[in-house]
């Protein structure tokens, strides 16, 4: 006899209006979102923010230097310790939390953030030179680069290859 299943009354409310985000589902949806080339493209997307940690690892080995090239610059000199400890810290940690896909969107919000404010700094200073680390440093292009990497992933979010995935069971 085929016929709508019955109405089990000790079941979940949700499972009354036919959530489709139950347990089952979120294991082994019927239908994929987007595919797995996605997936794919988001993983090499997000590895694009490593070179933004050897920036930061290169302002924290000379921390001091870094400190004094913050206080030479018209935003950072009310504070420089506090500046250039915020720039060391996001340039070190939210590329790390975007490449292991952990909080991807936050963490690609505020990266992006803090690198359009290096780029619009550059611009509206009129200053184009090494703007965080001597040597290879990070200039108002790069930074502009770096923000269409990590904005999209604002967006997108990590995709299926992330910690992101595993934490909330394939739910977006």
Do not use: C, I, K
Request: aromatic residues 6%.
């Amino acid at each position: 006899m085929t016929g709508p299943a019955e109405h089990d009354p000790a079941g979940d409310y949700h499972r009354e209006v036919d959530d489709p985000w139950d347990e089952d589902y979120a294991l082994t949806g019927p239908v994929e979102a987007h595919g797995r080339g996605l997936d794919f493209g988001l993983l090499l997307l997000r590895l694009a923010t490593l070179p933004l940690v050897l920036l930061g690892a290169r302002a924290a080995t000379d921390m001091g230097a870094f400190t004094a090239q913050v206080s030479d610059s018209l935003v950072g000199s009310a504070a420089p310790d506090v500046v250039a400890w915020g720039v060391m810290v996001g340039l070190v940690a939210l590329p790390v939390l975007v490449v292991v896909g952990l909080f991807t969107r936050p963490a690609g919000f505020l990266l992006a953030a803090l690198l359009a404010t290096v780029w619009a700094l550059a611009v509206f200073l009129g200053t184009d030179r090494a703007l965080l680390v001597d040597g290879e440093h990070l200039t108002a292009q790069s930074a502009l680069l770096f923000v269409g990497l990590t904005l999209p992933l604002a967006f997108t979010g990590a995709g299926r290859l992330s910690v992101d995935s595993l934490r909330t069971a394939g739910r977006p």
